[in-house]
């Protein structure tokens, strides 16, 4: 397997994971997640209630949104400089470094996410 196509399954994998994140905020925001232990922000505290859920992932959506537009934008830019790497035969150093940090960037986000529903969760009443 040759480096552009390594970097467009890294790409596709970021996106996948985006994409989870931003369905699991829209998914909670309308009521059709509700607290479960196989989907969604998933601490002792989140668990804990369904007030308890629905506070920590309404807390938890601004970094969910940034986390799914994060690994978007960057996983298209990764694949557009692969891409373009490929048809001019030049290194794909800099698409490799983009998916790099488009993996890092939503593994970070996903984990503020998951500390600030926590933390919101475990302020709600009954909860402490």
Not at 72 to 84: D, E, M
Not at 122 to 127: K, L, T
Request: proline content about 1%; hydrophobic content about 55%.
């Amino acid at each position: 397997m040759d480096a552009a196509a390594v970097l467009v399954s890294a790409a596709v994998g970021v996106v996948l994971v985006a994409g989870a994140a931003h369905w699991i905020k829209y998914a909670t925001a309308n009521g059709r997640l509700n607290r479960n232990l196989w989907i969604g922000i998933r601490t002792g505290a989140t668990l804990s209630s369904d007030a308890a859920w629905e506070s920590g992932h309404s807390a938890a959506a601004p970094w969910l949104t940034a986390c799914s537009y994060t690994g978007y934008a960057a996983s298209a830019g990764a694949i557009a400089l692969a891409v373009y790497a490929g048809t001019r035969g030049i290194s794909t150093v800099a698409a490799s470094l983009v998916a790099l940090c488009a993996f890092v960037g939503v593994v970070v986000l996903v984990v503020i996410a998951a500390v600030v529903a926590h933390r919101r969760a475990s302020s709600v009443q009954g909860n402490r």
